[in-house]
């Protein structure tokens, strides 16, 4: 996946690549493969002819070896194509990216995330992905997996993989606490902050109920579920001051009850790996992140955790499916239709699913999910199993943060301390934080 998935509480805050950062008025090119070429005479220079693309991910060395295998198997099918892999590393792959598109020298297939494709969608330089129904269907993805692909209702990227929004659960710590699993198809966040509290107060010091407080991801997840969006399809701001408001007053309350953390104990606990969070240590009951850290945490933790909705699903789901990668194909490539193929090949077959697993998220298509599950750890089947659960809801857009929405990731957890530190009222920073984030989008 990828980046560490963020929890949606402090650890949540972790510095990556913006969720939906995309700019206002992005104009897409959706052309064909012979203008393609046409508009850019070094293209097929560049990816060496019709029958040769390039590509590029970021990873470690298990995923360049599981990559190789998948392209070399692509290879077997398709024995005039040739592909070459530019793996790189996610520290210096943005800037390389960068100098070769100044070059036009970019590969054909582009591994992306956040922010990305919708940046270079505005440059012209990704290709609608619509234009190539007969290499890549869409239809086979979940719907809302595409939306954060999506830019001015062009697709220009495809998930590599999705995960959702969840709620972890450590049974362990619940019983130990002689505190019954609350019904978590129906609970509420004041449920949630009452069974968290009840946890502490029948917990050894430094066991919580929870193990971390709320930060950016969980404000939009907050402000799905009262009928809102972080921000609007045409690129403004979807809440209103009072539903920011009342995150800001849940926070505080998980603080000032017990139930999280305290402020000071948050903000050590905001950037750590998942071996040293409270769920990884055994030392919290639940935590909100990303349904893909179940199996990392189980693993730390050395313990069967479980996998569940969060607080106020049951009555307006607020969920979405977060893409852990995405996939794109430069515009300026001289073989849109061999890109276009190995991109679904990727993504839609069987035996390519069978390799990557879950690496680069629990895959998008449904039938690849399918192909993988028998050869899954417990863990990543019931990863599996909460997307398919959510895949089958008709779950809200997603739209693309507009250009200045990634600095507002950062204006989230500041604001939100100074409420837990008791610097500001919930109310105060509510008002700040509607100051700060719209003059962000205005300004940029």
Request: contains cysteine.
């Amino acid at each position: 996946m990828p980046r560490r998935p963020r929890p949606l509480s402090a650890p949540l805050s972790v510095r990556s690549l913006s969720r939906r950062r995309a700019l206002a008025g992005a104009s897409i090119l959706a052309v064909g493969g012979a203008a393609l070429a046409a508009c850019n005479p070094n293209a097929a220079e560049r990816s060496g002819g019709d029958q040769a693309i390039r590509f590029s991910w970021w990873g470690n060395t298990d995923r360049q070896a599981t990559t190789e295998e998948i392209v070399a198997l692509f290879r077997e099918r398709n024995p005039d194509v040739t592909i070459t892999t530019e793996p790189g590393d996610i520290s210096s792959y943005w800037d390389r990216l960068n100098t070769a598109v100044a070059a036009s020298d970019e590969p054909d297939v582009i591994t992306m995330g956040g922010a990305y494709p919708a940046e270079y969608a505005e440059r012209g330089l990704l290709l609608d992905l619509g234009s190539m129904a007969e290499q890549l269907d869409l239809s086979v993805f979940d719907e809302s997996s595409l939306s954060p692909g999506t830019v001015d209702g062009t697709v220009v990227a495809v998930p590599t993989g999705i995960n959702a929004p969840a709620m972890i659960v450590n049974p362990a710590v619940l019983e130990a606490a002689g505190i019954d699993m609350p019904d978590t198809a129906t609970w509420t966040w004041d449920e949630y902050v009452e069974v968290c509290a009840a946890v502490t107060a029948a917990s050894p010091e430094g066991t919580f109920g929870s193990g971390t407080t709320l930060t950016h991801d969980s404000l939009d997840l907050w402000a799905r579920q009262r009928g809102q969006n972080l921000y609007t399809e045409d690129g403004q701001l979807g809440l209103d001051i009072g539903t920011v408001e009342g995150f800001f007053q849940l926070a505080k309350d998980l603080v000032d009850t017990g139930a999280a953390p305290s402020a000071d104990r948050l903000v050590e606990l905001a950037e750590v790996s998942n071996e040293q969070t409270l769920m990884g240590t055994g030392q919290a009951a639940f935590m909100a992140t990303w349904s893909s850290s179940l199996t990392s945490l189980s693993e730390v933790a050395a313990t069967e955790l479980q996998l569940v909705p969060l607080p106020g699903e049951g009555r307006e789901p607020g969920a979405w499916l977060q893409p852990s990668q995405m996939y794109t194909i430069s515009n300026r490539t001289a073989a849109p239709e061999i890109a276009a193929s190995f991109v679904s090949f990727l993504l839609t077959d069987p035996d390519a699913g069978r390799l990557v697993l879950t690496d680069r998220g629990v895959p998008a298509v449904a039938a690849q999910r399918e192909a993988i599950l028998p050869e899954l750890s417990a863990t990543a089947q019931a990863e599996v199993a909460y997307i398919d659960q959510l895949s089958a809801m008709e779950l809200k857009p997603t739209w693309i943060g507009p250009a200045g929405s990634t600095a507002i990731e950062e204006i989230t957890p500041r604001n939100q301390q100074e409420v837990l530190f008791g610097r500001m009222t919930p109310a105060e920073a509510a008002a700040a934080w509607f100051e700060e984030a719209t003059a962000a989008i205005d300004g940029s």
